[in-house]
């Protein structure tokens, strides 16, 4: 069956604190992609990657950088916290350009 | 430019009756089609997917989706809801370039 699954699934972090969101999938996907999820807001792509060591931003990657140094990992980092990125967040992948995203069951991050 | 609309933010059905959730697109070309489904404090699971070929497609939990390409929309059905399809519903269009387009989501309540 296919997976993909996050470190954490609640997170509390302070303002300022380094943060480190992982995600790993067992599908040999191509891409990987970090979402953010709030309400009334839908889906937010922060960032994707499409191979190993490559990555491409979303439409909210502001503070937020990723990692992607294998091809089954892909992490979310946030430099330092702020109280405006708390929020659920939502990591996915996915074979092709256009294929459905498989997606992991979330992180509810509080930056406090 | 590309876009998905949910008009519906929220609806209530009564369970046993029928239900349609509707989505619109706007993409230049042969569309992918997917409906989502999010339980409460869960990540996202496929329910259906339209690539090609018939236009009427099936999906799991009893769902089913029209793809009419004169009125750009993919609307979800299902003939009778149970309790447990409370949840939100997000439709997705593939863009072709890795990503996927969403809509904001609509939510589903059910009244016993």
């Known amino acids: 069956d296919v997976k993909v699954t996050q470190s954490s699934r609640y997170l509390v972090k302070r303002t300022g604190e380094k943060v480190f969101l992982e995600c790993v999938q067992d599908m040999d996907h191509e891409n990987m992609f970090w979402y953010r999820q709030d309400p009334g807001l839908g889906l937010r792509l922060i960032y994707f990657?499409?191979?190993?060591?490559?990555?491409e931003k979303g439409d909210i990657p502001e503070g937020y950088s990723v990692s992607r140094e294998k091809k089954e990992r892909f992490s979310l980092i946030l430099e330092s916290a702020s109280t405006n990125q708390t929020s659920m967040y939502l990591c996915a992948s996915s074979l092709g350009t256009a294929d459905e995203q498989f997606f992991g069951p979330g992180t509810r991050l509080t930056v406090l | 430019a590309q876009s998905v609309t949910q008009p519906d933010i929220h609806i209530t059905v009564s369970e046993g009756a029928s239900l349609e959730l509707r989505c619109n697109y706007s993409y230049g070309a042969t569309p992918y089609l997917f409906w989502y489904v999010q339980s409460p404090g869960q990540g996202l699971q496929l329910l259906l997917k339209y690539f090609s070929g018939d236009t009427l497609v099936q999906g799991i939990k009893g769902f089913e989706a029209e793809f009419k390409r004169s009125q750009s929309s993919f609307n979800l059905r299902k003939p009778s809801v149970h309790w447990s399809d409370a949840a939100e519903y997000f439709c997705a269009v593939g863009a072709g370039n890795y990503q996927l387009i969403w809509g904001a989501g609509t939510k589903l309540i059910i009244k016993p």
């Open positions: 990657s499409y191979d190993v060591k490559m990555k």
